[in-house]
């Protein structure tokens, strides 16, 4: 099997996309499959689940149903889950516990996700992206990733995360203060556990890798526009001396005299390469600090 052969060749992902099966029970059938071959073999899930618009493409109920069924709960990720967005409510008061229960992780891309998404409507338009505060709300582990960057499906993206919170926030109306906060949790602290970084935060001995802004206040707007005042990764700063250490201990002096600072993981997950997400991200992941005030 392909599949069992990327393993072999050191792949740590295993992923899938079911609603691209010729049938809802082929799809099914890939998802049981492959997270079998993931209980067998240990690696991290990510599957891209029902990016569509079909509020009858389901396959994130069969992904929760086999994490628990294997004991994969904390490894599992669904990409995209847009179809949730078109669901009756009634059952995704049954679907949304399912997921939380299950401890499966959802990425919302919301980029690419209001680009593709309600190409059959024509007015009203859906928004296409997954109800991001309803399964934060029930304790879901939710991140946002850029998805495409520039290929055949969005040839518009820069990278840059901060771009992406900003998009999610205003796709899923969390532009409360509490809503701002949790958007930049969904590119940080939420990705690298969807990642399983290591060395990430803002403790003594973790890796010296983020990016300043220069911005006013964590639960205003123009956090999410914030210039960028200093980069660094792994200690080497453009312009820099380069002493890790140094930096976390003024990552950590800056989180002491109350300024904020945020690491900032890239969340990037392209369509055609699933198996290989995990090991893109971590090859291109950086670090996301950022100040409270600066003048």
């Not at 990720?77 to 299950?102: F, Q, R, W």
């Not at 980029?111 to 007015?123: A, E, K, P, S, V």
């Not at 040839?155 to 701002?180: F, N, P, R, W």
């Not at 983020?210 to 956090?223: E, I, K, P, T």
Request: one cysteine or more; hydrophobic letters at 40%; proline letters at 3%.
């Amino acid at each position: 099997m392909k599949t069992s052969s990327a393993l072999d060749k050191g792949v740590d992902v295993v992923g899938g996309i079911p609603h691209f099966e010729r049938t809802m029970a082929d799809g099914a059938a890939s998802v049981k499959l492959l997270c079998e071959i993931a209980a067998e073999r240990g690696p991290l899930v990510d599957m891209h689940c029902d990016e569509s618009d079909d509020p009858l493409s389901r396959h994130i109920e069969t992904l929760a149903f086999e994490t628990q069924r294997l004991g994969l709960q904390g490894r599992v990720n669904g990409s995209h889950c847009t179809s949730m967005h078109s669901m009756d409510n009634y059952y995704v008061s049954k679907l949304i516990p399912l997921i939380a229960e299950s401890q499966v992780s959802v990425i919302a891309n919301p980029l690419i996700n209001i680009t593709l998404q309600g190409r059959h409507d024509t007015y009203p338009k859906r928004r296409g992206m997954t109800r991001v505060p309803e399964l934060m709300a029930a304790g879901v582990n939710v991140a946002f990733g850029h998805d495409c960057v520039m290929d055949p499906w969005y040839g518009m993206g820069s990278g840059d995360m901060l771009e992406v919170a900003h998009m999610g926030l205003h796709v899923a109306q969390m532009t409360s203060q509490k809503g701002i906060r949790a958007c930049f949790d969904a590119v940080t602290t939420n990705a690298a556990k969807v990642m399983h970084l290591q060395g990430y935060g803002l403790e003594v001995g973790c890796d010296a890798s983020f990016v300043l802004l220069q911005a006013h206040n964590l639960s205003r707007g123009d956090s999410l526009a914030g210039e960028s005042v200093e980069g660094m990764e792994e200690g080497d700063a453009a312009g820099g001396d380069g002493r890790g250490g140094g930096a976390v201990a003024a990552a950590t002096a800056i989180t002491n005299n109350q300024l904020y600072a945020f690491l900032f993981p890239v969340a990037f997950f392209p369509v055609v390469s699933w198996l290989l997400w995990a090991s893109l991200a971590k090859s291109l992941a950086i670090s996301l600090a950022r100040c409270g005030r600066y003048s």
